[in-house]
């Protein structure tokens, strides 16, 4: 690896979401997984982030704006005839869990990611919840990257399982919920759950617990990282993506190799920027802080963790 | 503070426990909170665990002995006529919630803890989880201690609140669940039930959240430790007393004071002993094992949670 930052590249869904909450309803939401992992990225990345995505002739092209004027190149954004990806959420009193009220694929029933030229290169790839043929169709348009990640879901794990297994062998690190590791591998403790995982191919596993936090799996052992403890949780929409976001976009500014030292720091960074997703209706928060916001609490994380060094059995 | 370890003084009970666990049926299993304490405590700690507790005529003098190999002072251990408390509990087939299925007090009906003139110096104390009363009671026989700890439960905060109530503002650290802070502070979000209770006395709040680790909030913040991520659990009974051994049984040890750096520290050694404590039916684990595996695996726990120093937003 060169010493300056590297771009990334992130696909997946931009999306409206219809969102039902404890505190009342959101219409027309800007979600989808490609469009929280970008505004996190871009919090925390210094070498560019591009998002390959799908949108209807429904999303404004302010909105688009909006991204640019983040940091977020967005000439992989496709424009296609049609509406956007659009989904109907209704969360239960606790934000513990949540009901699928409506889905309407829309122009991403057909969304076939298309890598512009100037992205094949992108040495850092985040492959957003999309169905596993279309992440492997993104892998041979790209440049032997030097991290390629991937999410995937519930629906994927049941229905697709050749097509998962050949995407599961061509990425470095896998970053799934508790419950899709225990689907996928039909395991349920979670220390067994990730070791046949790694089996399959990711050399690192991250597993997401929300507000229990996440566990890193690689060759160095196992790491945990909390949620950040919080007054106040608005909406869990998208934290899982802006937690990959806030991962990868610091994996990406490292001027130095993919270690595991490396990847420690940035499940703080991951944990850090799904703890302000949360804390607004949609993408709210993450559109309405900056640098300075995500220093500040990556200082407090730090404080929340810091056991002071050294510690032995007392003599 | 002077430079040596110090002694640490439990109250609570001494049981024998039936378990029905989903691996099979056990009976007459060594429990209570301060059996469970102390065992974790002299595995940690270097100045001697005191233990003060009631036993009835069941109760073999071989088992006391076994708890006095350990180094367990167990001077303060009344023998009353009559039976010895008995608990008969279900676990359900994940293990994460258990039905009581009988509970007969016998002896430990008419308990009131007598600390013996040799204990009363005790600078560390650590009241496990009795009527808070007694709790108070204990506090009068002793000698302005360094720092007292304190457990409860939902049946006092339900029925005792005035004594419980007073029982907080003569505590240093109290160490609860997260449904017992809950319903102590009546707010569901725990920075905010934490802020309310550390008002009632308690400088220093300790909040466990079983297989999802615990949370530390004093003067300094706020601190999160994980559950140690382990293969199989076979039994969570005694958890959390092993977990307020651990935590005390260290503090004990410092040759210095109990500062935030040190409570820091202490919650690896409370997560640590609790881990510990699930590995095996009843107490068997921390009877089966010494220093070198508690060494061991702190050093395991540090690699779980060290994120290798300075972390610093890319630049």
């Known amino acids: 690896m060169t ?7 992130i696909v997946g869904s931009l999306a409206f979401d219809d969102l039902d909450m404890p505190t009342g309803a959101h219409r027309d939401v800007l979600g989808g997984s490609a469009l929280y992992a970008s505004l996190s990225a871009t919090l925390v990345a210094q070498g560019g982030v591009r998002v390959v995505g799908v949108i209807g002739t429904d999303f404004p092209d302010a909105q688009l704006a909006e991204l640019a004027k983040r940091g977020i190149d ?6 296609a005839p049609g509406r956007t990806f659009r989904w109907h959420g209704r969360y239960s009193a606790d934000l513990a869990s949540r009901t699928t009220l409506d889905t309407q694929l829309n122009v991403f029933a057909d969304f076939s ?3 512009p030229a100037g992205y094949r290169g992108s040495p850092f790839v985040f492959l957003g919840n999309i169905h596993p043929k279309l992440q492997i169709g993104v892998l041979e348009q790209v440049e032997r990257p030097t991290l390629v990640a991937a999410d995937t879901m519930n629906f994927w794990i049941e229905r697709e399982q050749a097509s998962l297994a050949e995407m599961l062998r061509r990425i470095d690190l896998l970053v799934v919920n508790d419950e899709e590791a225990r689907q996928l591998s039909g395991v349920h403790n979670l220390v067994r759950a990730a070791a046949d995982i790694r089996k399959r191919g990711p050399r690192m596993l991250v597993i997401k617990r929300g507000e229990f936090g996440a566990l890193l799996f690689d060759a160095a052992g196992e790491f945990f990282v909390p949620a950040y403890p ?14 990959s976001g806030g991962l990868m976009g610091y994996l990406a500014s490292l001027r130095g190799e993919v270690s595991p030292v490396a990847i420690r720091k940035a499940m703080l960074f991951a944990s850090a920027l799904g703890s302000f997703c949360v804390e607004g209706i949609g993408p709210s928060r993450l559109l309405s802080i900056g640098r300075p916001e995500v220093g500040a609490r ?18």
Chains 1, 2 share one sequence.
Do not use: N, Y
């Not at 909406?235 to 802006?242: K, L, Q, V, W």
């Open 3 to 9: 010493s300056h930052p590297h771009p990334l590249l």
């Open 74 to 79: 967005t000439q992989g954004v496709e424009r």
């Open 113 to 115: 990611p298309k890598i």
């Open 230 to 243: 919080l007054e106040e949780v608005l909406d869990p929409t998208g934290a899982g993506d802006s937690f």
């Open 298 to 315: 990556i200082a407090s994380f730090v404080r929340l963790i810091d056991f002071g060094g050294d510690v032995s059995l007392p003599t």
